[in-house]
Structures are given as structure tokens and as C-alpha cells.
């Protein structure tokens, strides 16, 4: 509905008998029948033709040392327009992030600590179980950060590290008051032959049960579980980046939840240099005992096995031998990929996929896209 409004301001004196021009503001009268174009122009024809003659005429005699003016405006009234809400398709109500921060973190203390590698594998995983009181709220798939002791070079305190929380909302214990974490202890020797640990790494894996540690968070979004509980989710983890996995894990075979009972198929490919590397083994295969139709495990030691072609099994090799199968669940709606661990992990996928794709006339990067904008492809890696 157009709301037309004009104001036409003439002079109520006719004392000078000087004529001149008339400005119209924002407005010229290109075609002979100057009083039809002025109808037009200012009130959309709603005048008829003598009514606007006789107005135009009035107007065209003001005199210069009158300030005339004519002005109209026209208005359209925009149809309301409603916000669109974006649904997520992840398990983001009530999601709490940033409630602790570096300024004003929590307390935490040491309930567990305990190493889960064998003592001949290339490097320490440790496990670890912090109280929170239930003051720290977060859900399967995020991250906390710790603020080790201590200074750096430069004599100022530690800046925080991010950690992916390897326990479901409910914890180990299943009483919502801890959080756990899986940490690889990181030492390694330098072009000077200088042996160096890192900061946090070897902090965390060397606090005691009962001792204090310094917590921010939780934070992300990212890695949030999909709220259908039908979904197809399929894991890819390399190391450590099994630890948002165990969460997933745990809540849809391990818990009893009012809101929630895990009916799709979750599927984990696990990457590791050696068989004792191997960490949460036993866990993966309670829960194939238990739900053995909603469960796939597949495991990628990169050391120790080799597929037909003699190519060491990476986590992208084992992929490649059910390449069809996976694709063929990458192009359904209710199929979720999350991706955590090492960064080179994407592109040996995006390998096996591609072709596969390109036989469908699918551009798999485009695809690909589309499917993150979806939430359903979800990447974590570093």
C-alpha cells in the first residue's frame, strides 16, 4: 500500500509583480502538458486534470522574492520481513560457551591420571580426570583450555592451550561433575639436538591426583554431535583426536538418557604409527559387544600394516577400501563426518572421494561445501 503525501507552500501576497522561474525540487516537466506531468509527478495522478491545472498555474505565478516550495513525497510501506532463525541440526540449545575465562578461570582438581599406552610405543597418551563440581557445564565435542604454572621465556604466565574433551556431558563418572582429557606428552629433539618438552603437554601429564589445575571454557560449536539420534556419524580420528570421539561414543552406548537413544550407525576410523598406540581399545569393544549393528571400528596402524599395494595403512588407506560404501553415505541427509587430529588427514580423503564423485558428474569439492554449510562435514585438525 503506497501513502502519498505532498505539501505545496504558495505566497498569500501578489504585491510584487515581478514573474520568474519555479524551482521544483527534484523534478523537471520534460513534456509540453506541464500541469499533467506536475499531476503526476507529485501526486501519482491522483488529481484530476482541471485540479491540477489550476494548482500548477498558481505555482508557475509565484514571484522570485517569494521562497516557494513544492515537495512530495511518496512512500512505500515494506512488507514486514521476519528474521530467519537458523536451525541447527547439531546439539547447540543451552550450549554453554566461555563461562570461565583466562582473567577468571576455574579451579579444578586431579581425580585420575594415568597413562594409556604401552611403555614401547612411540610416545605417552595419558587419560586424565578433572572434578568440576558441575560448575562447568559443556556438551560432547568441545573444548576447554588449561593454563599451565609457571612463566615463559619472557617471564610472563602461560597462555592457555586448547584441549578437545575426550568425556561425554556426563563424565567419566556419570554425575556431570568432571571433565576428562586425552594428552599426548610432546617431546622431541631440535636441529640443535636440544631435547625440548612441550609446556602443557608435559604439565598435564605429570600432575598428581589432587593437585590444583587452572581451566577456561568450554568453547566451540564445531564439533557438536547431531541432535537426530537415526543420524549416520562417521568418525575420523588420528592420536588424540579420538578424544571428542570417546564423548560421541559413550553418551549413544554407555548412557541411558530420557531425551536421547542412539538408533543410527557410528562409525570410527582410528590412525595410529603402532598397535600400542592404540588407546580406548577395550572401550570400542564393549560397545561392539553391546550394539554390534549400530558400531563400526576400523583401525589404521601405519607401521604395521600395509593394504594389497604394499602402501602403509594411514587412516585415508583404510578409508579407501569401503571408498564406495562411504560415498554412497556422504550422499545421504542424515549422514554427519567429523574429522579430528592431524591437518593432512582431509586431503587424503578428498583423494579417494574425488574420482568416485567425478564418475556422478559431482564436483566433490563443491559437494563437499555444500555439505559443511549443512553442518554435516565438520573438521577439527591441527
Request: hydrophobic share 35%.
Amino acid at each position: 500500500m503506497a501513502a502519498v503525501t505532498a505539501a505545496v507552500s504558495v505566497p498569500t501576497s501578489t504585491s510584487s509583480s515581478s514573474l520568474g522561474r519555479i524551482a521544483l525540487e527534484r523534478a523537471t516537466f520534460p513534456c509540453p502538458d506541464r500541469s499533467a506531468s506536475f499531476q503526476k509527478t507529485f501526486f501519482g495522478g491522483r488529481l484530476n486534470n482541471s485540479d491540477a491545472a489550476l494548482l500548477f498555474a498558481r505555482v508557475r505565478t509565484v514571484p522570485l522574492n517569494y521562497r516557494q516550495s513544492v515537495k512530495a513525497q511518496v512512500t512505500t510501506e515494506a512488507p514486514a520481513t521476519t528474521k530467519v532463525v537458523k536451525i541447527s541440526k547439531k546439539n547447540e540449545e543451552g550450549v554453554v560457551v566461555n563461562k570461565y575465562k583466562p582473567k577468571t578461570p576455574y579451579i579444578g582438581r586431579v581425580l585420575l591420571n594415568t597413562k594409556i599406552t604401552a611403555d614401547d610405543a612411540p610416545g605417552e597418551t595419558w587419560h586424565m580426570v578433572f572434578s568440576t563440581e558441575g560448575e562447568l557445564p559443556y556438551r560432547e565435542g568441545q573444548s576447554i583450555g588449561v593454563i599451565p604454572t609457571g612463566i615463559d621465556k619472557n617471564g610472563k604466565p602461560h597462555k592457555l592451550r586448547l584441549y578437545s574433551i575426550a568425556s561425554s556431558a556426563l563424565g567419566d563418572f556419570g554425575d556431570s561433575k568432571t571433565v576428562s582429557l586425552c594428552v599426548k606428552r610432546l617431546v622431541y629433539t631440535n636441529d640443535q639436538g636440544e631435547v625440548v618438552k612441550g609446556v602443557c603437554s608435559n604439565f598435564l601429564c605429570d600432575l598428581k591426583p589432587g593437585e590444583e589445575v587452572t581451566i577456561t571454557g568450554p568453547v566451540g560449536k564445531e564439533m557438536l554431535m547431531p541432535v537426530d539420534p537415526n543420524a549416520t556419524i562417521i568418525m575420523l580420528a588420528t592420536g588424540t583426536g579420538i578424544a571428542p570421539f570417546r564423548g560421541y561414543l559413550w553418551k549413544m552406548f554407555f548412557e541411558k538418557h530420557p531425551d536421547y537413544k542412539f538408533n543410527g550407525l557410528a562409525w570410527l576410523f582410528l590412525g595410529v604409527p603402532t598397535s600400542s598406540s592404540l588407546i580406548y581399545k577395550e572401550e570400542f569393544e564393549k560397545m561392539k559387544e553391546k550394539s554390534p549393528d549400530k558400531i563400526r571400528v576400523d583401525f589404521a596402524v601405519s607401521r604395521e600394516q600395509t593394504n594389497e599395494k604394499g602402501e602403509k595403512m594411514y587412516i585415508q588407506t583404510r578409508m579407501g577400501e569401503y571408498a564406495k560404501e562411504l560415498w554412497g553415505l556422504f550422499k545421504k541427509e542424515n549422514t554427519y563426518v567429523y574429522m579430528c587430529g592431524l591437518k593432512g588427514m582431509e586431503k587424503g580423503i578428498d583423494d579417494i572421494i574425488t574420482s568416485l564423485a567425478a564418475e556422478e558428474g559431482i564436483d566433490w569439492n563443491e559437494y563437499k561445501r555444500q555439505m559443511k554449510k549443512s553442518e554435516r562435514w565438520n573438521v577439527e585438525v591441527y
